[in-house]
T-cell receptor
Framework: DTGVSQDPRHKITKRGQNVTFRCDPI?????LYWYRQTLGQGPEFLTY????????KSRLLSDRFSAERPKGSFSTLEIQRTEQGDSAMYLC???????????FGEGSWLTVV | AQSVSQHNHHVILSEAASLELGCNYS??????LFWYVQYPGQHLQLLLK??????LVKGIKGFEAEFIKSKFSFNLRKPSVQWSDTAEYFC??????????????FGTGTQLKVEL
């Protein structure tokens, strides 16, 4: 399968713990995106990378959230000191530079208890 | 800022019925428009997209959408739905070629249930 891969698919964590999600984009896709989706809502943009550079961050991305893409390939999204309001599906997507179609992964479900 | 409205949150149809899902966006400049579908337990998949040219675009599985610039709309249609079309449908927009990457703004989605 050559689609966008996310890991883990599901994570249950206690409030206050840190969690990290990993995303492997489609090979040779320069752009990588993180979105968040809660029940009954559409995906909301969090941040995106062009290669290793993080070019835009949403106001939704509080100081407890950090995303990296150190070598311009895979990316990680870390949430520190999780809160119940962080419970959501975290979607990763990728696209080639210059093309406007982005391809989504299956998402990582986070439940904070 | 861009925004997208999907007014139908839940739609129930019988097989063979015709489908039209509404989508309106707010953005005054050049836009690219998309419909994504999420089947139960699966990831978001692109159904169709409009960048420029013919405002009537055809996508996969018999879906089509019409871009009406004067109405800021991009409604999704299918003449005859099937049980397998049961899914959640999302309309999305991004600013034109100079907009921030390919950042998409999504609507809240429409849950379609097709009954046999």
């Amino acid at each position: 399968d050559t689609g966008v891969s996310q890991d883990p698919r599901h994570k249950i964590t206690k409030r206050g713990q840190n969690v990290t999600f990993r995303c492997d984009p489609i090979s040779e896709h320069n752009r990588l995106y993180w979105y968040r989706q809660t029940l009954g809502q559409g995906p909301e943009f969090l941040t995106y990378f062009q290669n290793e550079a993080q070019l835009e961050k949403s106001r939704l991305l509080s100081d407890r959230f950090s995303a990296e893409r150190p070598k311009g390939s895979f990316s990680t999204l870390e949430i520190q000191r999780t809160e119940q309001g962080d419970s959501a599906m975290y979607l990763c997507a990728s696209s080639p530079t210059g093309q406007d179609t982005i391809y989504f992964g299956e998402g990582s479900w986070l439940t904070v208890v | 800022a861009q925004s997208v409205s999907q007014h139908n949150h839940h739609v129930i149809l019988s097989e063979a019925a015709s489908l039209e899902l509404g989508c309106n966006y707010s953005y005054g400049g050049t836009v690219n428009l998309f419909w994504y579908v999420q089947y139960p337990g699966q990831h978001l998949q692109l159904l169709l997209k409009y960048f420029s040219g013919d405002p009537l675009v055809k996508g996969i599985k018999g879906f089509e959408a019409e871009f009406i610039k004067s109405k800021f709309s991009f409604n999704l249609r299918k003449p005859s739905v099937q049980w397998s079309d049961t899914a959640e449908y999302f309309c999305a927009v991004n600013a034109g070629p100079t907009g921030g990457g390919n950042k998409l703004t999504f609507g809240t989605g429409t849950q379609l249930k097709v009954e046999l």
